[in-house]
């Protein structure tokens, strides 16, 4: 291959039911904690939901088949669980939205890479507790049966959640996101209903001819210098974002010492049977990556603020690497990438990898002959489409690349005020526009 990539190799681009559709009450979907948080004053930067979002619902055959022309070869899409079990009877409307999506993938040549859970909890299963409780891995469990047995013939590439460090840091933890709890080290029982859940949804839909895995967020974390606390800093918040993830999937266990930083080990040593199950094999792991953290020890005395995306270690500070940002603030390094793709490889050294998110965002403008010359972003999918040709050069097992956003939308907490779009959305007139990096992607993958 001319870019230096195997044929084999899959390049996409992804999305988030509640981020792209819109059509919150059409064909039977119910509420989800994203409607009831959006919703809720002083949620949102901007005031915004996604009721409307980008329209997707009704314009998904024409954004698959702009992403065929931008020559790309994979769709991940997430399906939202209040579509298809909206108060836990089956909405058969809900399921034939997604055949008829997966469907037109198929015809433009697309597959289709499904995630079946990116954040819009039922809310009638918030209200019996959410996360916290146990029987919503169960609920969990249910629904990822029934959506896997109507929809397996035509998806075959399955993840069970998307990043749940946000479901439970930032649903639980810090209240950024839906449901906007703010538990405290409560937030780890969060973490393990979500692993739970992923291990039950597993069991249940693996089948022949599929290939099953999870979508997890990690990240490099450095210490802001060699100092004994800074590096316990960088421990802790290694725990809490990576190890208290990775070692139980990939390794059958929580490690240690974040249960004891957290005062949960009583309470987990309680779940220990539950361990088999979510250690289960993956067919493949997706790493979401946009940027590496810098922490250092807390200076001055401890208090312990409740709103926290890192319980126990509340105290712990991010530190400011002096590299370039994104619009997020966000550090870019796509060395970053390496390091964490090397590190998981480590752990589990024959497991296929996909980056399944990569992206940036960056104050779009459209100019006057209705071009979005997006350079930063163009550099930033350039540096990091690098660090993976580098790898799969090595023999490294990644399989595949999705750019993190097919199309600009609603950006959770931040509204529609952070584009992170390889295609730009004009949100007056749903019009779509493809930008510069897109086309350097159509380029580069063509
Ligand atoms: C991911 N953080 O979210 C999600 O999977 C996407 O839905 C989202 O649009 C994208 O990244 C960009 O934000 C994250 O605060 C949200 O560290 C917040 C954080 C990380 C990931």
Wanted: glycine residues 10%; hydrophobic residues 40%; aromatic residues 10%.
């Amino acid at each position: 291959m001319t870019n230096g990539f195997p044929s084999g190799f899959t390049w996409g681009a992804a999305t988030a039911s509640y981020q792209v559709e819109g059509a919150i009450n059409a064909d039977g979907r119910g509420p989800s904690i994203w409607d009831t948080f959006a919703n809720t004053p002083g949620t949102i930067a901007d005031g915004s939901t996604g009721d409307v979002a980008v329209d997707h619902y009704h314009r998904f055959a024409d954004d698959i088949r702009m992403l065929a022309d931008l020559g790309l070869t994979a769709y991940r899409f997430s399906i939202a669980w209040p579509r298809i079990m909206p108060t836990g009877t089956v909405n058969q409307p809900g399921l034939d939205f997604y055949r008829r999506l997966a469907e037109t993938c198929l015809a433009n040549g697309m597959t289709p890479y499904a995630t079946l859970y990116h954040w819009d909890l039922p809310q009638p299963l918030e209200d019996a507790g959410g996360w916290l409780v146990r029987d919503t891995a169960e609920r969990f469990r249910d629904y990822a049966a029934v959506t896997h047995d109507a929809l397996s013939d035509v998806v075959k590439h399955w993840m069970t959640l998307n990043e749940p460090w946000c479901s439970a840091f930032l649903g639980y933890g810090s209240g950024e996101h839906a449901p906007g709890r703010t538990e405290g080290t409560d937030a780890l029982k969060a973490v393990h209903h979500l692993l739970l859940g992923h291990g039950l949804a597993l069991d249940a839909i693996r089948s022949e001819g599929g290939s099953y895995g999870i979508a997890l967020n990690p990240a490099p974390i450095h210490a802001a210098t060699d100092s004994p606390a800074d590096r316990d800093a960088a421990r802790r918040i290694d725990g809490l974002r990576n190890r208290l993830f990775l070692e139980p999937l990939l390794s059958g266990q929580y490690p240690a010492d974040v249960l004891e930083d957290t005062g949960m080990s009583d309470w987990f040593a309680a779940q220990e049977a539950d361990l088999p199950l979510i250690g289960a094999p993956l067919d493949f792991l997706g790493v979401n990556y946009y940027c590496p953290t810098t922490v250092a020890a807390p200076d001055g005395p401890i208090s312990t603020p409740r709103a926290s995306d890192q319980p126990g270690s509340e105290n712990v500070v991010a530190v400011d690497p002096g590299l370039p940002k994104t619009q997020m603030g966000w550090s870019v390094q796509a060395s970053g990438l390496r390091d964490i793709l090397v590190s998981i490889n480590k752990l589990a050294p024959e497991l296929p990898l996909y980056v399944t998110e990569n992206g940036s965002a960056y104050p779009d403008v459209v100019t006057a002959d209705g071009q979005v010359e997006d350079d930063e972003r163009l550099d930033y999918l350039r540096q990091h489409v690098a660090v993976c040709k580098d790898l799969v050069t090595e023999g490294f097992p990644l399989k595949g690349y999705f750019a993190w956003s097919l199309l600009d939308n609603f950006e959770w907490a931040w509204g529609y005020s952070r584009r992170f779009g390889i295609v730009y959305v004009d949100y007056a007139t749903q019009q779509r526009i493809v930008k510069k990096s897109g086309r350097w992607l159509q380029d580069f993958v063509g």
